[in-house]
């Protein structure tokens, strides 16, 4: 009984052998589950024969051989698309910070260059302005207020010539 436990032991690490070199040679997928559906063992087969499941991991963590091509599942593709167009959108959003950036930097540059860019002491000229706009009110205040009195002098004036022309 144990001769026949081993032979079946034998014949089947044969199969996982066989199903394991056709993959290789097929192109076919190399998981655990697939080689012992493909050689009709048991995975658990697999996991107490440690010799077995290193093959069959080395197999498929090698890289494809020349002429050899590499089954690709959709969701693998799917994902790689995914992962390609959100990186493409990070780097023309980058692209464009860039360029606005160059632009802006471009632009002063050439404002400078013409001498038509701001004097270096604008905040002095602000405050001048700002002192001179004050001056202006008050000065409009007084001449307001002026007005008001030549209009108000002159007013008394026609009374008076009036009263005066009256009188004769």
């Not at 192109?27 to 010799?51: E, K, N, P, W």
């Not at 910070?97 to 604008?122: I, T, Y």
């Not at 302005?129 to 000065?139: D, G, N, S, Y």
């Not at 409009?140 to 207020?145: A, H, I, N």
């Amino acid at each position: 009984m144990i001769e026949g436990k081993r032979a079946d032991s034998v014949r089947r690490r044969e199969r996982v052998i066989k199903a394991l070199d056709t993959a290789l040679r097929t192109g076919d997928d190399i998981t655990v589950s697939g080689l012992a559906r493909a050689a009709r063992v048991d995975r658990s087969f697999l996991y107490r024969h440690r010799d077995l499941l290193e093959r069959i991991h080395a197999a498929a963590n090698t890289p494809v051989e020349e002429g050899r091509f590499a089954v690709v599942s959709r969701a693998s593709l799917q994902a790689d698309l995914a992962n390609a167009l959100e990186r493409n959108t990070r780097l023309a959003a980058r692209v464009r910070q860039l360029e606005k950036r160059l632009s802006e930097q471009l632009g002063e540059q050439a404002w400078r260059e013409s001498g038509l860019g701001a004097a270096p002491d604008v905040d002095q000229l602000q405050r001048r302005i700002a002192m001179l706009e004050q001056e202006l009110a008050v000065t409009r205040g007084e001449l307001e207020e002026r007005a008001e009195e030549l209009d108000a002098a002159r007013g008394a004036n026609r009374e008076l010539t009036r009263a005066l022309n009256q009188s004769h």
